[in-house]
């Protein structure tokens, strides 16, 4: 399969070996999930009022689409947690779109500190790291891509 050039660096690091450890160096983990990224947020919970008390609840679709993320983060699940600060770096590839280019940056919904949320929390479900407040350091990048998905990288700083 032809991959985008954008994509090259990305798609190499998925070997199926994710963690990259050693006692000089710090842990780094890196791959890239394929699939089309939820464009459904953390932003998007809904309340009602219960006996005079709001209830925030997660509608089906949010539901949906953290169940998807976290099948597919559930695959390169570190052994241990972390417990050190690290820096994040997300790159979400949409599905391109009209007249969008493979490469191009996306500048639509959904915001990237929406989706960063959900990825987070969902980082933090399937036991990366012990709180997502390790997290010092994001870089998060939208594109549109033939190849969609979404490439993460969390090195320890």
């Not at 008390?53 to 949010?62: A, D, G, I, N, S």
């Not at 820096?87 to 500048?107: A, M, N, Q, S, V």
């Not at 929390?121 to 407040?133: F, P």
Request: include cysteine; charged fraction near 30%; glycine fraction near 4%.
């Amino acid at each position: 399969m032809s991959y985008p050039e954008h994509l090259h660096e990305i798609i190499a690091v998925d070997t199926g070996e994710d963690i990259y450890e050693d006692y000089n160096n710090p842990v780094t983990i890196e791959f890239f999930m394929p699939m089309k990224p939820p464009t459904v947020t953390h932003q998007q919970k809904k309340v009602h009022i219960t006996t005079g008390k709001p209830v925030f609840y997660e509608p089906t679709e949010l539901k949906v689409a953290r169940a998807k993320l976290v099948g597919h983060l559930a695959q390169h699940v570190p052994e241990k947690k972390i417990t050190k600060t690290v820096r994040l770096i997300t790159k979400w590839c949409f599905p391109i779109t009209g007249k969008h280019e493979d490469g191009e940056y996306k500048y639509t919904k959904p915001d990237t500190d929406n989706l960063q949320k959900m990825l987070k929390d969902c980082l933090t479900d399937c036991g990366y790291w012990k709180d997502d407040a390790l997290v010092a350091s994001e870089i998060i990048e939208k594109f549109w891509a033939q190849v969609p998905g979404i490439y993460i990288r969390i090195e320890e700083i």
